[in-house]
């Protein structure tokens, strides 16, 4: 069978109330996409959706083979239900958007545009965001800040998200990176290539609430940052080393002091200096504790997630990765 031009790949997790909506604004964009014609394939991935949506996707898929249902046996994540599409999705470019309509099909058109001009990755930046919380956008927009200051090679582009096309090279180079904590964004923007963005409004979510609660967001975050930086651990090392100074300090001072004489003075400075040494030292194990969990995960080597229902899709293919080792 030939390979589809376009591949949509949509992660859904209880998204009930979206479906009709999503089926609509996807027939009617793909009908008038000449830039591909009819050769295209949308890969749903249900992930662990406790309402109606898997059978509201099989459904469709029913009349519409170009639909694809990876259905995962539980909740495993945005990142790992994304990394299922990009998996099994065969198109020449690869799109990865969101169920919510808040990554409107639209945009896909600009995306091709720019990859059909020779670029490998397009990615979608948020010029302005509707419908979301002042919250949201503040730690959104710190978040990425932040993140950037830590990386220094690699760019991740500040203020994207996960909706972005990615060529086939780029595809078959992502499926060799198995990491079990996956920040997928970061993680395209390591792999290289061309990476060219376009921008846009990004409206309201059309229906039901976000998947993304706040605990959600701080582990992504923490995943972000973990995956690609090891800047926290050495923040030990300056903490210990401006905690030395202090210490000279502080001994020249306790030195003098007992020489003219008060020594019995001297309580708060020593409860000041006990618990912010106390705290400095739980945060930096704390910290320690985020990365050798990770490694702990890795040296598993789990699966990412776990298909229990599949419809309309290929078979795997034997070698996924074009940079998998021989096994
Ligand atoms: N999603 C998912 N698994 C999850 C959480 C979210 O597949 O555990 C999907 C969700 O259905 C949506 C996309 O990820 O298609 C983005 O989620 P959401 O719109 O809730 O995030 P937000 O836009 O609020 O950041
Ligand atoms: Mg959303």
Redo the contacts with the bound molecule.
């Keep these: 069978m030939q390979r589809p031009v376009l591949s949509l790949v949509?992660?859904?997790?209880?998204?009930e109330l979206?479906i009709a909506e999503l089926d609509r604004r996807l027939r009617d964009f793909l009908a008038e996409l000449p830039e591909v014609g009819a050769s295209w394939e949308v890969v749903f991935?249900n992930?662990?959706s406790a309402d109606q949506t898997l059978p509201m996707l099989k459904q469709l898929a029913v009349s519409e083979p170009r639909y694809k249902i990876l259905s995962f046996s539980r909740?495993?994540?945005?990142q790992a239900?994304?990394t299922a599409g990009v998996d099994r999705a065969e198109g020449d470019a690869v799109v990865v958007?969101?169920?919510?309509l808040?990554d409107p099909p639209e945009v896909v058109r600009a995306m091709i545009a720019r990859w059909r001009e020779g670029n490998d990755v397009v990615y979608a930046v948020r010029a302005k965001r509707h419908g979301?919380t002042w919250f949201?956008r503040a730690t959104a927009a710190l978040f990425y800040r932040l993140l950037r200051a830590m990386l220094g090679g690699i760019s991740i582009p500040v203020d994207a998200?996960d909706f972005r096309l990615m060529s086939r090279p780029v595809v078959l180079t992502l499926r060799a990176l198995r990491e079990q904590h996956r920040f997928v964004r970061g993680m395209v923007a390591w792999v290289g290539f061309k990476q060219v963005a376009v921008t846009y409004e990004r409206p309201a979510?059309f229906a039901?609430?976000?998947?993304?609660p706040l605990k959600?967001?701080i582990r992504f975050a923490v995943d972000g940052i973990t995956s690609f930086s090891t800047v926290p651990l050495r923040m030990a090392t300056w903490l210990g080393v401006s905690s030395g100074l202090i210490a000279i300090s502080v001994a020249v001072w306790a030195f003098i002091e007992r020489i003219l004489g008060h020594v019995v003075q001297g309580w708060t400075t020593i409860m000041i200096a006990v618990s912010f040494g106390t705290c400095a030292q739980l945060l930096m194990i704390g910290i320690l504790g985020e990365y050798v969990g990770r490694i702990y995960e890795e040296v598993k080597r789990r699966p990412l997630y776990i298909v229990g229902e599949e419809l309309n899709l290929a078979p795997p293919a034997a070698v996924t990765s074009r940079l998998s080792p021989p096994v």
């Design positions: 949509i992660p859904m997790f209880n998204e979206i991935i992930d662990g909740n495993f994540g945005h239900a994304i958007m969101d169920a919510d808040q979301e949201k998200g979510r039901g609430e976000t998947k993304y959600k967001m």
